[in-house]
T-cell receptor, first 116, second 117 residues
């Protein structure tokens, strides 16, 4: 069974600084998707970024980028120029590429605080 | 701006009562997921539907939970009878199923926060 591990329950960053959130996963599949979701205090789950395992290039969305290391099964999220609005829970998630098993498998989350 | 909607946003009920949560997926999405979030277990899949048919409900306690899609614009999750341990945030997510079966990206609703006293 696939598992997703986020080893940092909490992280803190100074406004305008850069922070990296860690995520590792375990799978025997060769093709899959990885996601980072953000959950602010409103509880809404917001997609931050997505990575296809077959793509070697790391995904980037504005101030958010990932470091995808397929061999190491590592998928970290880097937030540059941190803003107060980035404060939230961040969840790393995995999904198989094909087949009928389309659900996401989530890590336990990392709570990010942003200091002014 | 297409989004998943869920009602109610908050629900407080007493143990033993029936609870019904509703979800309206994004128009055109053919796959709907129900997740539950608790402090102890994190986010867990309860059930999901493709083209209104249940594909997987193995994460759902069958004796008290039921999930249905009466039509393409409505998914329901029902708990009867409810218990205090059901207190959680219940998320609905929708997506477009690909030919090979999986869903590219899931878009989440705002969740229903349930408290069973």
């Amino acid at each position: 069974a696939q598992t997703v591990t986020q080893s940092q329950p909490e992280m803190s960053v100074q406004e305008a600084e850069t922070v990296t959130l860690s995520c590792t996963y375990d799978t025997s599949e060769s093709d899959y998707y990885l996601f980072w979701y953000k959950q602010p205090p409103s509880r809404q789950m917001i997609l931050v970024i997505r990575q296809e395992a077959y793509k070697q290039q790391n995904a980037t969305e504005n101030r958010f980028s990932v470091n995808f290391q397929k061999a190491a099964k590592s998928f970290s999220l880097k937030i540059s120029d941190s803003q107060l609005g980035d404060a939230a829970m961040y969840f790393c998630a995995y999904r198989r590429y094909g087949g009928s098993q389309g659900n996401l498998i989530f890590g336990k989350g990392t709570k990010l605080s942003v200091k002014p | 701006d297409a989004r998943v909607t869920q009602t109610p946003r908050h629900k407080v009920t007493e143990m033993g009562q029936e609870v019904t949560m509703r979800c309206q997926p994004i128009l055109g999405h053919n796959t709907v997921f129900w997740y539950r979030q608790t402090m102890m277990q994190g986010l867990e899949l309860l059930a999901y539907f493709r083209n209104r048919a249940p594909l997987d409900d193995s994460g759902m306690p069958k004796d008290r939970f039921s999930a249905e899609m009466p039509d393409a614009t409505l998914a329901t999750l029902k708990i009867q009878p409810s218990e205090p341990r059901d207190s959680a945030v219940y998320f609905c997510a929708s997506g477009l199923g690909l030919l090979q079966g999986a869903v590219e990206t899931q878009y989440f609703g705002p969740g229903t926060r349930l408290l069973v006293l």
